[in-house]
């Protein structure tokens, strides 16, 4: 099982980005898949998920009305697609995934065994 993530960058506040997490080993209809973001001396909080079995999502207030989360329809790439992005959007973006067998998803680092390297977004204003 392995995870790629890609699409970080330097933007201003207002424009977009698209981060892609590509998976190995795996697709994202036997696993949830969720992201997660971690800023400079914050916690790393979960931002958004998906089960695509069921077809629930997530999204924290942080987040909600801006970013959509999406799969590919191999199921072997999830997406981030991040508008209106704000200064307080810069971290590194992790993106996971579970062999959760259940109903909906989880947003909890403890939910997820498998993450990816990470990819940095910057967002000045």
């Known amino acids: 099982v392995q995870l790629v993530e890609s699409g970080g960058g330097l933007v201003q506040a207002g424009e977009s980005l698209r981060l892609s997490c590509k998976a190995s080993g795996f697709t994202f209809d036997e696993y949830t898949v969720g992201w997660f973001r971690q800023a400079p001396g914050k916690e790393r909080e979960g931002i958004s998920c998906?089960?695509?079995?069921?077809?629930?999502?997530y999204y924290s207030d942080s987040v909600k009305g801006r970013f959509t989360i999406s799969t590919d329809g191999a199921k072997t790439t999830a997406f981030l697609d991040m508008d209106t992005l704000k200064p307080e959007d810069t971290a590194i973006y992790y993106c996971a995934a579970d062999n959760w067998k259940g109903v909906g998803c989880g947003h909890q680092t403890y939910e997820y065994d498998n993450w990816g390297q990470g990819t940095q977004v910057t967002v000045s204003s």
């Open positions: 998906t089960n695509t079995r069921d077809g629930l999502i």
